[in-house]
């Protein structure tokens, strides 16, 4: 009768155990709210290297997560998280103190490759029952994050093996050169080799760790669809000059239609050259063709551009680097501080073809709804135009969106004043300049966000990768003030001077 009171006592302590557990140990389906996708992780229960996906199992133990390769071994891992825990504690990386007997030996560095000698400073850390040595402090800490990656890196054959050095160099002051191995006489940072580059011409080889160090990051060039926000002062029109021509046009048609058959050729040639000067003075007061047929068929002048009427016309600027994004039918909206808050659509009726040679800018013609016609003759408005951008024709994509249209981040630029030029990863370490045509600069939309960039129109293919960030330091690698400023008459170095004038100086 006393054996069913101990079997009690070890079904509750063992309960207790399971309940402790899942009181520090978080489901799945809780601690999958923050997986790290595409990240490698090593597996605690069967050491298996593998990358975390959205299916990956994850278990929140004490506040920090661990993934597992699959399901099961995270059902393993709850029967005992102590036991698996300091199974990878004894294989974690830990910094130790150098051995006296590797003082003053030659080590090569994991990190960045490099060649030293070991002193009692050296940075050094034990994994996996062997000692790895550092060539300063830094590469010891990114070791220690992840000890695979270095290893791998370490047992790969070298990829300048068998190349010759072509001459040693600073990697910050890439014009310093030298014949034999040294220090930089700028900042006394020990040389780095330059090998023979089994490229093609004009392109610039770059090791994967110095791409690393440089923080190269490439994007592939894609299609989007580009907009700008462009923001202008308008007025309402009060434009009795127009409602005059307006008049004096219905009235030379109507003199045309009252000539009658038996009149003479001078008379009605004389009648039909009123009426087209009207119609070119139409035109140079900013009608458009259209507009002026409108005006044909109705008979009607316009005289809401002297009086408040239902539907009212807005006269705004916009500045000529502007020009290409506005087009005839585009939707705008327009505020005034004398309604706060309230906004009034309409769209652009025609675009004047006449530059204002003064103030660099063309005058559209806005028509908009004036219910209760509160907008006055005179009154001034904000004008804004969310334009989207239309390539050109001979640049229309065929198939698919032909509003979209191939771009690239702002960054990847290197703009001379004469020439664009970006950086092209082609793979293998290999970089190419390349010349490129850009549109007007504009942002298209990214996962809520606006990025800057610029249209492609030539030069460039979709999904082409286009360095981002590094640019500027590939450039200075490749010297285009020297060898390759014979092919790009130099990126950010030599410009083209223009022809002066004899006798003409600065």
Not at 235 to 242: F, I, M, N, S
Not at 304 to 330: C, F, H, M, R, T
Request: charged content about 30%; hydrophobic content about 35%; proline content about 5%.
């Amino acid at each position: 009768m006393m054996v069913k009171p101990k079997i009690f006592i070890g079904l509750l302590v063992l309960l207790i155990a399971i309940v402790s557990v899942f009181s520090y140990a978080k489901s799945n389906e809780e601690a999958k709210t923050e997986l790290a996708i595409g990240k490698e992780a090593i597996c605690p229960v069967r050491g298996d290297k593998f990358t975390i996906t959205e299916s990956t199992p994850v278990i929140e133990y004490n506040g920090k997560k661990y993934y597992f390769c699959c399901p099961g071994c995270d059902t393993e891992f709850m029967t005992n998280p102590e036991k698996y825990i300091e199974q990878i504690q004894a294989n974690k990386p830990e910094k130790t103190k150098v051995d006296e007997g590797d003082i003053d030996k030659e080590a090569i560095c994991p990190v960045l490759g490099d060649k030293f000698t070991i002193t009692e400073s050296s940075p050094v850390v034990e994994y996996e029952g062997k000692k790895y040595y550092f060539c300063c402090p830094g590469c010891d800490t990114k070791f220690m994050k992840n000890p695979e990656k270095y290893i791998n890196q370490e047992k790969d054959e070298p990829q300048n093996k068998g190349k010759e050095i072509l001459y040693w160099t600073c990697s910050m002051h890439p014009e310093v050169k030298a014949d034999e191995e040294g220090s930089c006489p700028i900042c006394n940072m020990k040389l780095i080799p330059v090998y023979e580059k089994e490229t093609d011409e004009g392109s610039l080889y770059l090791n994967d760790r110095a791409i690393e160090l440089a923080g190269i990051r490439m994007v592939p060039a894609t299609k989007h669809h580009l907009y700008i926000i462009i923001r202008t002062v308008g007025k309402v029109a009060y434009d009795p000059e127009l409602v005059v021509a307006q008049e004096e046009y219905l009235n030379a048609l109507e003199m045309v239609m009252k000539i009658t058959k038996g009149s003479s050729p001078v008379s009605v040639k004389r009648a039909e050259s009123v009426v087209e000067k009207s119609k070119y003075k139409l035109r140079l007061l900013g009608m458009d063709e259209s507009e002026v047929e409108k005006l044909t068929k109705t008979r009607q002048v316009e005289t809401s551009l002297i009086i408040p009427e239902n539907e009212s016309w807005i006269y705004a600027n916009v500045y000529e680097s502007d020009i290409s994004w506005i087009k005839k039918g585009q939707e705008i909206v327009v505020t005034t501080i004398a309604y706060p808050g309230e906004e009034f659509q309409g769209k652009i009726r025609s675009i004047n073809p006449v530059l204002d040679a003064k103030t660099r800018s063309v005058r559209l013609r806005i028509q908009l709804s004036n219910a209760n016609r509160k907008l006055k003759p005179g009154m001034y408005v904000d004008v804004k135009i969310e334009a989207r951008y239309s390539a050109p024709k001979a640049m229309e994509h065929k198939g698919g969106d032909a509003q979209k249209i191939l771009a690239i981040h702002k960054e990847s630029v290197l703009d001379t004043g004469t020439r664009k030029v970006v950086w092209v990863y082609l793979g293998d370490g290999r970089f190419q300049p390349r010349e490129v045509k850009l549109g007007p600069g504009g942002v298209f939309y990214h996962e809520d966000r606006s990025l800057r960039c610029y249209p492609v129109l030539n030069g460039l293919k979709e999904n082409e990768l286009v360095v981002t960030n590094g640019n500027f330091l590939i450039d200075s690698e490749s010297q285009l003030t020297g060898m390759a400023a014979i092919e790009y008459g130099g990126a950010l170095g030599v410009e083209e001077k223009p022809d002066m004038p004899v006798g003409h100086q600065h």
